[in-house]
């Protein structure tokens, strides 16, 4: 095993990273590799190619030396676009709240809200023209002041900004280092070691829907005792049947005329030519006004619910009590203008 000391030129091609890396990627990486020597499992190896997909320092993770701290400084003056100018300041400001415990994701929450959950107003303007509000590291410590005197135990520090308590909880970066390993390893997923036959999984997936049926003969009874259900409620001019103009959502479609029910002219008005024994021309006139009326002013073009529909089709019944069909209500309702 090569140590990580071993002079450039002098290891393995595989050692060198990729010079299109940044300087974040580079420290993580080379952190990653000093951890994982450490771990038997990793036997020795080097890069592997998750390694190489990890541009910024984790926001969970507190950074616990220097490579680690600058790494970390880099990535939050990237995610907050504070200006890389002040990287020294920043690293000297936020090497406390890192030894605190605090991570990335702790510093950016406490400078982006308030204790109570309120945005808080961000350092820079927001005009587009690079203005900012002040000092940025006195920004900094007065967001964290404020959090600091809502934190109960606050009388437990001398520190002037630092709330005792991270507001995010964080892992050190060699567990962070031991989790990744566990799960990505070389890059490559290992088939379970006594996998099931085809047959197996067949016999699984017959036990698991033996008493219901499968997902598809399921779903093709449930389509079968509505469409049984509302050929029968049609039929007594009850409900909506499913047809194209109705939705998904529980409402009339506005280009249905059946909608025109709801404007309560409309609904009497048809209630009345219905139940004439004699229909003459005043409830034809009638019904036509009103069609007419509540296309004009759009009074019932409005979101109504299909139960409402149903209930009002119901209304509309024949002399001898019968409800009249939808679709004889929506030839009434479509030849009435």
């Not at 990535?75 to 605090?102: C, D, F, M, Q």
């Not at 203005?131 to 967001?143: A, M, N, S, T």
């Not at 606050?154 to 709330?163: C, D, E, F, R």
């Amino acid at each position: 095993m090569t140590s990580l000391n071993t002079p450039v030129g002098m290891e393995e091609p595989m050692e060198h990273l990729p010079p299109e890396r940044s300087a974040t990627a580079k420290i993580i990486t080379t952190e990653l590799l000093r951890c994982l020597e450490q771990d038997p499992s990793f036997r020795g190896r080097r890069l592997q190619p998750w390694m190489y997909r990890i541009r910024e320092w984790p926001g969970k993770v507190v950074p616990v030396n220097d490579d680690q701290l600058h790494a970390a400084v880099l990535t939050l003056i990237s995610r907050t676009l504070w200006p890389h100018s002040e990287l020294r300041v920043l690293t000297r400001e936020l090497k406390p709240l890192y030894e605190a415990g605090w991570c990335n994701d702790a510093i950016v929450r406490a400078m982006e809200y308030n204790p109570d959950d309120t945005r808080a107003v961000p350092w820079h303007a927001g005009t587009g023209d690079g203005k900012h509000r002040g000092v940025l590291v006195d920004f900094i410590q007065r967001r964290l002041r404020k959090w600091r005197q809502a934190d109960p135990d606050s009388l437990a520090t001398v520190k002037t900004h630092i709330p005792p308590t991270p507001i995010v909880r964080a892992v050190p970066f060699h567990t962070w280092a031991a989790r990744m390993w566990q799960v990505y390893g070389d890059g490559e997923r290992d088939l379970p070691a006594n996998p099931m036959t085809p047959e197996q999984i067949q016999a699984v997936y017959d036990r698991n829907h033996r008493h219901r049926g499968t997902p598809l003969d399921r779903a093709k009874r449930r389509i079968d005792q509505l469409a049984r259900v509302n050929r029968r409620l049609e039929e007594l001019g009850g409900t909506a049947p499913h047809d194209p103009v109705r939705d998904d959502y529980g409402f009339a479609d506005p280009t249905d005329d059946l909608i025109l029910l709801a404007d309560p002219d409309v609904h009497r008005a048809l209630q009345a030519f219905a139940a004439a024994e004699r229909r003459d021309r005043h409830h034809a006139t009638t019904l036509r006004a009103a069609i007419t009326r509540a296309r004009i002013n759009g009074a019932a073009r409005r979101k109504v619910p299909l139960r409402t529909i149903a209930e009002l089709s119901a209304e509309v019944t024949r002399p001898d009590g019968t409800p009249v069909s939808q679709r004889t209500l929506r030839y009434l309702l479509d030849k009435g203008r």
